[in-house]
């Protein structure tokens, strides 16, 4: 039997990447080949080569919110793009296409189905991305991450999103609270661009604080943003753990009574996956807000707390951390866990398999 071929597509933002990524490793694991259809020059074109698998570039950008001048070329850049996806179809001979969104995955899709490709698409956010809405349409197998996204596309499923191993296998809250005293271990997480909201006012929130009910807190921010987070955390003559990344995200959250981070889908996931207690700051300029209504889906279960980062002040925050007790994070933290979807990476490459079964 010769080997079997995927052709994912997914591209702008880590958000999409990284459970593209997921998807691929579970792939080549079942030992299928995998090639990747991305835009060159793009985040995608820096981080899936190193992983080993083939770089197909289609030359595509994102449209919404771009000038005249972009919508007015939009027609000869589609034609483009439709014309190398099409040369990279016929040249890489996939079996099915594995799309997780991005502007990039609707030419490559739309072209895989013209050319009878089976197509499966994953969306990973509450509100869809233009890409996946359109292309669901047309999608043999339809994923989401989160419960009633894309309702009228053929046979749709909720299964969270693709995640690594490290986060399926943390103890339970209950265990890893269990014996915890002392000052709550508070984890700020601004992402690999770091977030300047965060940045700015959890400092000031810890000074205003008495020193004996301050938390013990570690702050991710970008490597960019290092030094100038480095000065906040100074002029505040406060003291917290400064780093540019964390290797162990699934561990970082384990060991946190309280995460205080964006919600972006992947972070959301992983939140519910470990079974962390959780205060959520969307990103305000997120396409479509998508980000809130990512986090109302555990807040809404008493999963966490959400604050829209126009009300998120100094004085507001050192007064929740104050009022904050360990045991009712607990409960937000088992909250969290039963939101739980752990099995994306399964799901997904069993539908590419029974889709290409021979």
């Not at 002392?182 to 400092?203: H, I, R, T, Y």
């Not at 205080?260 to 300029?285: D, Q």
């Not at 925050?317 to 994070?329: G, H, I, S, V, Y």
Request: hydrophobic fraction near 45%.
């Amino acid at each position: 039997m010769s080997q079997k071929c995927a052709l994912v597509m997914a591209g702008g933002t880590g958000g999409h990447i990284f459970p593209g990524l997921a998807v691929a490793d579970g792939l080549r694991a079942r030992g299928w080949r995998v090639h990747w259809l991305g835009v060159p020059g793009s985040m995608e074109a820096q981080l899936v080569p190193p992983r080993g698998y083939a770089f197909e570039p289609v030359e595509f950008g994102g449209v919404r919110g771009k000038g005249a001048a972009t919508l007015f070329m939009l027609p000869l850049r589609l034609l483009k793009a439709f014309a190398q996806s099409v040369g990279v179809i016929r040249r890489v001979k996939p079996d099915v296409l594995v799309a997780f969104g991005g502007y990039i995955t609707f030419p490559g899709g739309l072209m895989g189905v013209a050319l009878n490709k089976p197509l499966v698409l994953h969306e990973q956010n509450s509100i869809p991305g233009m890409a996946n809405k359109v292309l669901a349409h047309i999608a043999d197998r339809v994923f989401t991450a989160f419960p009633g996204v894309l309702p009228k596309a053929r046979k749709v499923q909720w299964v969270g999103n693709p995640l690594r191993e490290a986060f399926k296998q943390v103890p339970d809250p209950a265990t890893r609270f269990a014996g915890r005293s002392g000052p709550l271990k508070v984890l700020v997480v601004g992402g690999s661009l770091g977030a300047q909201a965060l940045n700015d006012v959890v400092p000031k929130a810890l000074a205003l604080m008495p020193p004996d009910r301050r938390p013990q807190v570690v702050h991710q921010s970008g490597a960019r943003q290092i030094d100038a987070l480095r000065a906040n955390y100074q002029a505040a003559s406060v003291q917290a753990e400064l780093v540019p990344f964390i290797d162990d995200m699934a561990q970082a959250y384990a060991d946190a009574d309280l995460v205080i981070c964006r919600a972006g889908a992947t972070t959301v996931t992983e939140i519910a996956a470990i079974g962390a207690a959780a205060l959520f700051v969307p990103f305000p300029h997120a396409v479509d807000d998508h980000q809130t209504t990512n986090a109302k889906f555990l807040v809404d279960q008493g999963a966490g707390r959400l604050v829209q980062q126009r009300d998120l002040t100094p004085e507001g925050l050192a007064d929740m951390l104050q009022k904050t007790e360990r045991p009712a994070l607990v409960q937000q933290a088992l909250a969290a866990k039963m939101m739980q979807k752990i099995h994306a990476v399964e799901d997904v490459v069993a539908a590419c398999e029974e889709l290409t079964a021979r």
